[in-house]
């Protein structure tokens, strides 16, 4: 089944540490701030600060505008996101502190909760078609910073998902084969997520 996003639909979230405010994109069936499976968002980040604390979550953080973002995660491990796409995994658990290398920014939060969901996200500069395999239980996320995104399904589904739109795929499938079905997206400046369910929920 593809579900697509609009703007129209985001909605405005208050961080957790009430120092700003995230567009919410998407959030798991009965989610909310403080308890769900997976979420993804966007934020602007116009001052230095500490992120609010996710314990219990998965992180990536990917940079979408701006000259860069450098996390201290406060145990000895940095991430410096300078280019566009730049990706920092870390444990929404940690100690995080952003610093602004040259103004305000925004970025792209996949945040995924630990015990239900392994993310794998991966971003595409450059016009290309990618295949990514889906396993039972697994959910596929692509978004578009510039660009429409063309996204087809071994169930014989085709969509052109407008730029700044978030598509969402999941199989319609009952099967407990490890590998169900194969999504090809194409495109360029993109975002590409994918959810692996774990197996002992």
Not at 4 to 18: A, D, Q, R, Y
Not at 58 to 64: E, T
Not at 118 to 146: D, E, H, M, W
């Amino acid at each position: 089944m593809l579900t697509l996003f609009s703007p129209e639909n985001f909605k405005t979230i208050p961080w957790k540490n009430g120092l700003g405010h995230t567009t919410e994109l998407a959030i798991s069936n009965g989610g909310t701030l403080d308890k769900f499976d997976w979420r993804l968002s966007i934020a602007s980040v116009v001052n230095d600060g500490q992120f609010s604390n996710f314990a219990g979550y998965q992180r990536n953080l990917v940079l979408i505008e701006g000259e860069g973002l450098i996390l201290d995660h406060g145990n000895g491990d940095v991430d410096e996101l300078t280019n566009l796409l730049d990706i920092a995994r870390f444990d929404g658990g940690n100690n995080t502190h952003g610093a602004l290398v040259n103004g305000g920014i925004r970025d792209f939060n996949i945040m995924t909760n630990q015990r239900t969901f392994t993310p794998i996200v991966n971003c595409y500069l450059r016009q290309q078609s990618v295949t990514v395999k889906l396993t039972a239980g697994s959910l596929l996320f692509a978004y578009s910073l510039t660009d429409d995104i063309i996204i087809s399904t071994s169930q014989n589904d085709e969509l052109s998902v407008p730029v700044e739109h978030l598509i969402k795929y999941q199989p319609n499938s009952t099967s407990t084969n490890d590998h169900v079905a194969d999504t090809t997206i194409f495109g360029k400046n993109m975002i590409v997520i994918t959810l692996k369910v774990k197996a002992c929920l």
